[in-house]
């Protein structure tokens, strides 16, 4: 996948500017096994980067001129670095973004020409924003000659996304866009940000099945919610909510409107579902994990409120197959992708069979497909 998506984005560089890239970045989206809207509130998640993402191809200039053709919009993004000005919401907001966060980290930023393009449905809750952040980061630092971690690397996104783009999103989606690893789902400390690697167990397949419906992140629902969450905290009167506990939350539930306390109480057992999730994973204990995939749906679903109609159809569907240990809605949610663990001999069948009846059941039909686990941003030969 990433070497056809290589090949095409090369051949239009060369096409472009004459010449061949001197270098060539991957970043890849994600998936998230579990821990979902825990991010923006300390807490902790589960996400694996997987071999779909974006791949962008430059040449450093010597001045401040940045140019990116994008093969998927067919369009050229053209600025210099010290004119930064705000534009049209779409992809060239997020460009801009990296570079507005990015100028206040490093006093000399050089510029680049580039060709990107990726194989991420977009807005699908696959992280395809997060992606194309961190390929321009990487660019830009690279064409900078300057060396970021990966923890760095994602906050200068994660601030681009919610200061300069308006959504006040969590840091999952750039963290593990940065410090992905193969065979590998990483646990990540939100409020730390330190990571722990934790083998994906052999034998089982994580299968998106993309709903075919979309809702944009930037909806006010996904700001709403990070305001109910921390106001929760504030009735708890913790600093957010990671530092709380179900008892702490029972205790005090004639103080919270009763929204709130639904917010409060998925965020919390969410939180305790990714350490029982990673105790699961390590025993190697499909049937559990799978049952804990079940439970986040339902509490996404009833508690945080984020599914939709069609998440909801699909993850019932994926569930009722021979082979399927849990399924649930993934990223956002308000559209968008559920993800399904499925052991791997139940493949090809699952498929067809979720394919089949989501059809029969909303007449849409349902991009669903295994993804694989990746490294974090790379460099890849030209
Ligand atoms: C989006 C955000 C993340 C996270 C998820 C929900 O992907 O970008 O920060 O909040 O939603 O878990």
């Known amino acids: 996948m990433e070497n056809l998506l290589k090949e095409r984005v090369v051949k239009t560089f060369h096409n472009l500017y004459d010449s061949d890239p001197e270098f060539v970045v991957f970043a890849p989206g994600r998936v998230n096994l579990i821990g979902e809207h825990t991010d923006y509130s300390d807490g902790f998640v589960l996400p694996f980067a997987i071999n779909l993402g974006i791949v962008l191809a430059f040449s450093p200039t010597n001045n401040d001129q940045i140019d990116i ?35 206040s980290q490093i006093v000399q930023l050089n510029g680049f020409q580039g060709v990107v393009a990726g194989n991420l449905p977009i807005g699908a809750g696959l992280s395809s924003s997060a992606a194309l952040e961190v390929a321009a980061a990487k660019a830009l630092c690279i064409s900078s000659n300057v060396d970021l971690s990966s923890p760095k690397l994602a906050q200068i996104c994660q601030r681009a996304e919610r200061e300069w783009v308006g959504v006040n999103v969590g840091i999952m989606d750039q963290l593990i866009s940065a410090c992905g690893k193969r065979g590998h789902a990483v646990k990540l400390d939100c409020r730390t940000l330190e990571t722990e690697y934790v083998l994906i167990p052999d034998g089982i397949c994580f299968v998106v099945l993309d709903t075919n419906t979309r809702r944009e992140l930037s909806h ?54 990714v350490h029982a999730f990673i105790s699961a994973m390590k025993n190697h204990d499909l049937q559990k994990m799978g049952q804990l995939l079940n439970e986040s749906h339902i509490s996404l679903r009833d508690d945080f409120k984020v599914s939709s109609e069609e998440l909801n159809i699909i993850v019932d569907i994926a569930r009722a197959q021979p082979g399927c240990y849990g399924a ?29 009846e989501y059809k029969k059941q909303t007449n849409i039909e349902p991009p669903i497909f295994s993804v694989e686990s990746s490294d974090g941003v790379h460099l890849v030969d030209s």
């Open 220 to 273: 006010s629902a996904y700001n709403k919610r990070s305001e109910e969450v921390e106001l929760a905290a504030q009735i708890l009167k913790v600093p957010a909510l990671r530092d709380a506990s179900l008892t702490m939350l029972t205790k005090e539930k004639d103080k919270f409107p009763s929204t709130i306390y639904r917010r409060a109480r998925h965020v919390i057992s969410e939180n305790d579902r």
């Open 328 to 356: 649930r809605m993934a990223g956002a949610g308000f559209g968008g992708c559920a993800l399904a663990m499925v052991d791997g001999c139940f493949l090809d069948d699952f498929i067809h069979n979720v394919h089949h």
């Open 69 to 103: 053709h994008a093969i998927d919009f067919d369009q050229l993004f053209s600025q210099k670095v010290s004119k930064n000005s705000k534009g049209p919401a779409d992809w060239t907001a997020y460009i801009k973004g990296v570079i507005w966060a990015l100028k």
